[in-house]
């Protein structure tokens, strides 16, 4: 789809008239007009690739500048909960009934078979293609990394980070089932690898014995290597998964002081309400930041079947697996949204579109009445996780790399995929022309020798 608006391809732009979330702006500059919404309406000066300055609208105006009639503008995204070693697998390895179960043992399939260095580098490459083009200029991807697939797709990992590292910053987190880390030798070469590779130290963790000794170990390994942690938490829906707690507890009684991640956290929903509030203290205490994936928890969660005989009929899911965002947020817990899987076993839609996730997350969590602060969780929040000063917000000094909407409110953002978005990175417009499905077609189609 064209554009809706000419940007010349100059080094120097004044964008008048725009709208902006304020918790958008950092320096919101003196007699900005803020709206009841939240919304700001600002001038935004390029130079030379980075944001001269804001100034409120109307001041200074020329000829010269380009009016965008209130259009939306907004800091690119930063996406920090992906996978795309695992992306666009689905034509060949699909779900087969649609549970959390099915997805791990589908993808245990397709990764033995098929995840050679050309089958990954084509599909991860391509899922950077779609991010780029929809506006994000960061993203954190986990890395399946069970033996003996750490010794491949790592260093298939770095490859890409330096080639990208001028369009998307990438990082990546060490994805392995927290009961792996028993064989204590395998879990010293894993955090042996992050140092290598610049990588995050990771851990599945649901409900699994001898809790509290592995993540002892687990934060160990982090501490004396000055590692970031980066959990998948309780992705499920039974109230008896505190691993949350565990985690918490064990950062705590570690001393470890870093800011740690963790995503998912679905069973905090369905706990007593007691239980919760001792986890949202602990939280707090630990310093967690916390990352919700409300598509791909919409897709797997609450998902029931019946056999009778060879046929399999699904029943209306009764919850949704979205946790607690609301209540976290409310005790000052940063809260992202992120993409988590596309189109694989795990979730069989997405395409790494930051506008889709918060638009989606919107109606699934109810994020309004009011929107307030909450696009902070698609740009400022994962990038403050990712450690991205210059990320996800509009600051004068910062770099332009700015989405540009028709939409002029929420009520016009939410409603349509904004497929007419101008992508600006250093004040230049980019191609917003995802990848075509067909370009993987041929590596799909391949068999291992």
């Known amino acids: 789809m064209p554009a809706f608006l000419d940007i010349p391809n100059s080094d120097s732009l004044v964008l008048r008239n725009a709208s902006v979330p ?17 919304i700001a309406n600002i001038d935004i000066v390029i130079a030379d690739g980075f944001i001269d300055a804001l100034h409120p609208t109307g001041q200074n105006a020329t000829p010269a500048d380009i009016d965008l009639s209130q259009s939306m503008v907004w800091p690119c995204f930063a996406d920090v909960h992906t996978h795309i070693d695992k992306g666009h697998i689905w034509p060949r390895k699909q779900n087969p009934d649609g549970t959390r179960p099915g997805a791990l043992s589908s993808t245990a399939a397709d990764r033995a078979e098929n995840w050679t260095t050309e089958d990954l580098r084509a599909r991860m490459e391509f899922s950077l293609r779609c991010a780029y083009a929809h506006g994000t200029a960061a993203l954190r991807t986990h890395l399946d990394s069970t033996a003996p697939q750490h010794k491949i797709s790592w260093p298939v990992f770095a490859g890409l980070r330096d080639a990208w590292k001028d369009r998307i910053t990438l990082q990546g987190v060490c994805l392995e089932p927290i009961w792996g880390y028993a064989d204590r030798a395998f879990g010293t070469e894993i955090a042996d690898l992050m140092v290598e590779y610049g990588g995050i130290l990771g851990a599945v963790l649901n409900i699994q014995d001898d809790t509290d000794n592995l993540l002892d170990f687990v934060i160990g390994l982090a501490l004396d290597r000055e590692l970031e942690l980066d959990f998948h938490v309780d992705e499920m829906g039974d109230p008896d998964a505190k691993s949350f707690d565990n985690i918490c507890e064990a950062l705590i009684r570690n001393g470890y002081n870093r800011p740690v991640n963790v995503g998912h956290c679905c069973s905090l929903a369905i706990r007593p309400q007691d239980e919760m509030n001792r986890a ?21 969660q ?44 795990f979730y069989a839609y997405g395409d790494l579109d930051a506008v889709e996730v918060f ?53 016009e953002l939410i409603p349509r995929p904004q497929s007419d978005r101008i992508v600006l990175r250093g004040g230049k417009a980019i191609d917003t022309t995802p990848p075509d499905y067909r370009e993987l077609d041929d590596i799909l189609a391949r068999q291992p020798a």
């Open 22 to 38: 304020a918790c958008l702006i950092e320096g919101l500059p003196a007699g900005t007009n803020v709206h009841d919404d939240g």
């Open 280 to 300: 949202l203290d602990l939280a707090a205490e630990a310093n967690l930041r916390v990352t919700s994936l409300p598509m791909c928890n919409l897709f797997l």
């Open 302 to 345: 609450g998902r029931q079947f019946e056999a009778n005989g060879h046929d399999r009929r699904s029943q209306t899911p009764r919850w949704r697996g979205v946790t607690i965002l609301h209540e976290l947020k409310a005790r000052g817990i940063p809260v992202a949204i992120a993409s988590d899987n596309t189109r694989d076993p």
């Open 359 to 411: 638009s989606q997350a919107v109606r699934i969590a109810q994020l309004d009445y009011p929107v307030g602060d909450w696009p902070m969780a698609i740009t400022r929040t994962p990038a403050e996780t990712m450690g991205l000063s210059d990320v996800g917000r509009l600051k004068a000094g910062g770099p332009a790399d700015i989405v540009i909407f028709r939409a002029r409110s929420y009520s």
